[in-house]
């Protein structure tokens, strides 16, 4: 039976990039094993002669004709930055300590 | 009744026929239906709270223009002039497009939705943002950062979701139509539990441009409406070839209105009609089903052949979803990092943070329960080592239950079951409970699952509380007309019962936003 721990939860959140509080591990690692222990339950259900479906209408090679349109202008682009400069995106410090 | 509360209660055929004969205006009716909107939303705390934001001045400025463009005897757009409201997860240029959540407060997008685009290009005037869940995970738009819209049926329960503001809106009389979207119910089941109609449409049949995507393969944009040829109206409109969406289908949208317009005579002689087993019985409150023997009956009396279908691997569409949709749904979100655009939240006591801290902190802030759950639930269904034994796993049974659809419209032309399993609940009952919160979908999910198109229409009220029930109709991929068809003479079946439509019988809720 799937059982997630809440070390577990704790390294996913650290994967997806969001700082979890101790209350908010206590609360989702009980519920995420409930909830995947309730969808383990199609395991087994397809054997693996059956192909996967990704996608429900299966188009391939969807190219348009390679012209130059219109696209944003920096403005727009930048309009909604937390913060920008010199018709750049800023973003905080993106190298550690070590580096 | 007043002139305003008449003109707010007409179907928009209705009022777009009224400005085509020149009895009224644009710019008058688009200013009753704010004026309902004044009257009966109100806000976080109290009333229907269907809407996050009103652009009233862009409305009315977008209604003197219809009515120019009449006057100048224009060539128009059937619904040039008719009011729509937009759900808050679709990109709109001028308007805050917030997805329900604390992570896009305040933003505006630099794009309109193809969906946006073709609403102002045939001239409707656009009243607004509705409410949702945030980024559209729910079923009661309860988990939108925003505070939870109110079923206009009952002030104190839940208007279904994600799509709630949307189906809310329209039954209160916000707005003769709406905009949702439908991942794995977010259009049909408020639908069902608001008395409204919404239609999911064929995957690739309308453009998801500019929506912000919880689970690429499942999401679908649809009309929300009181009538299903209000229905087709809308979704002619927004329907069709997109080159902007590579998952667009380049073939043309089959004739809805008039699909609609042949249903509503009532003859559906030579119709077969599907049953699905798999979608009755347990877990479905007996007022709900009551009122979806009797639709049945009238189907039959209509002309129709109804016979019982199974289609097994139902029973795990469920499941299914709740791996797919969360693994998408992760990847997804993944691009709300706080360096371009949205929320940027600096950890408290560090100096100098680095990006990832920032991203960690902003993503803590930003995002709500339930997007949290989803979020860690993907991120684990996609680690090394579980890959296959989940996603690859839901992946090939979702191959299974579109067998089951295939296998059954061999045998038949639509597929119907009940919209949702319940009429509505009460708010908060559901909320710590994800699993109980889930379970809502359970009709839904089939057809998002393999593609196929899917109408919810109401059946009636459930003898237990009073409250809407809803009827599901599903056609194969493309085959959207059916649903059209079968809607239309239902609804027409029902009105005659009823002695009108349903929403007769909504609560009036003057005074309720005060």
Excluded at chain 2, 5 to 29: M, Y
Excluded at chain 2, 237 to 247: E, N
Excluded at chain 2, 423 to 431: D, I, M, N, P, Y
Aim: hydrophobic share 45%.
């Amino acid at each position: 039976m799937p059982e997630i721990s809440r070390d577990e939860v704790a390294h996913l959140a650290t994967l997806a990039r969001i700082d979890l509080s101790d209350a908010e591990l206590d609360h989702l690692a009980p519920q995420l094993s409930v909830i995947l222990e309730s969808v383990a339950s199609i395991s087994g259900v397809a054997g693996a002669d059956v192909p996967p479906t990704s996608h429900p209408m299966p188009l391939t090679n969807v190219f348009r004709e390679d012209v130059v349109v219109p696209g944003l202008t920096a403005e727009q682009a930048l309009a909604m930055a937390p913060q920008a400069e010199e018709q750049r995106f800023a973003v905080p410090r993106i190298l550690g300590d070590e580096q | 009744m007043s002139d305003a509360t008449q003109t707010t209660r007409r179907t928009a055929a209705d009022l777009a026929a009224a400005l085509a004969a020149g009895e009224t205006t644009s710019v008058a009716l688009t200013q009753a239906h704010l004026d309902r909107i004044a009257e009966v939303d109100g806000s976080a705390d109290a009333g229907v709270h269907a809407f996050l934001h009103v652009d009233a001045e862009g409305a009315l400025a977008a209604a003197v223009a219809s009515d120019e463009r009449r006057a100048a005897g224009a060539p128009l757009h059937a619904l040039d002039g008719v009011p729509v409201a937009v759900k808050d997860v679709l990109a709109t240029t001028g308007l805050p497009t917030t997805c329900g959540s604390k992570i896009l407060e305040g933003w505006i997008p630099p794009y309109d939705a193809t969906v946006v685009r073709r609403l102002k290009d045939a001239g409707l005037p656009i009243l607004g943002k509705t409410n949702m869940d945030e980024f559209a995970m729910g079923s009661s738009t309860e988990h939108s950062a925003y505070g939870p819209t109110r079923n206009p049926w009952d002030l104190e329960r839940i208007p279904g979701g994600s799509g709630g503001g949307s189906a809310a809106a329209v039954a209160a009389f916000e707005a003769p139509l709406a905009l949702g979207t439908d991942t794995g119910g977010s259009i049909r089941q408020p639908g069902a539990v608001t008395g409204t109609v919404g239609v999911k449409p064929t995957y690739g049949g309308v453009s998801r441009y500019g929506l912000v995507a919880m689970a690429n393969s499942l999401d679908q944009v649809g009309p929300v409406t009181r009538t299903v040829l209000d229905a087709a109206l809308l979704h002619e409109l927004i329907g069709g070839h997109d080159p902007l969406d590579s998952t667009s289908v380049d073939q043309p949208v089959p004739g809805l209105v008039e699909a609609a317009r042949q249903g509503a005579t009532g003859d559906l002689s030579g119709l077969r009609v599907g049953v699905i087993t798999e979608l009755q019985g347990e877990g479905y409150q007996a007022g709900v089903l009551a009122r979806f023997h009797e639709s049945l009956e009238l189907l039959t009396a209509a002309g129709a052949e109804v016979v019982e279908v199974s289609c097994p691997s139902f029973v795990h569409a469920l499941a299914t979803y709740y791996l797919v949709m969360p693994c998408e749904a992760s990847s997804n979100l993944a691009k709300f990092d706080a360096m371009r655009y949205g929320l940027r939240v600096l950890p408290e006591g560090v100096d100098a943070p680095s990006a990832e801290q920032v991203m960690r902190a902003t993503r803590d802030a930003g995002f709500g329960d339930e997007v949290k759950r989803r979020i860690i639930l993907g991120t684990y269904a996609l680690s090394s080592g579980y890959y296959d034994a989940y996603y690859g796993t839901a992946q090939r049974v979702r191959t299974l239950i579109s067998r089951d659809f295939e296998a059954a419209f061999g045998r038949v032309d639509v597929l119907v079951s009940p919209t949702a399993p319940t009429t509505a609940f009460k708010l908060g009952e559901k909320l710590d409970d994800p699993l109980a919160m889930y379970l809502n979908d359970l009709a839904t999910i089939p057809a998002n699952l393999a593609g196929v198109p899917g109408i919810s229409l109401p059946s009636g009220l459930a003898d237990e509380d009073g409250l809407p029930a809803g009827f599901q109709v599903l056609a194969p991929a493309m085959a959207d007309d059916r649903l059209y068809r079968v809607g239309a003479a239902l609804e027409a079946a029902l009105h005659d019962r009823w002695g009108g439509p349903l929403l007769d019988k909504v609560p009036a809720l003057e005074g309720v936003a005060r």
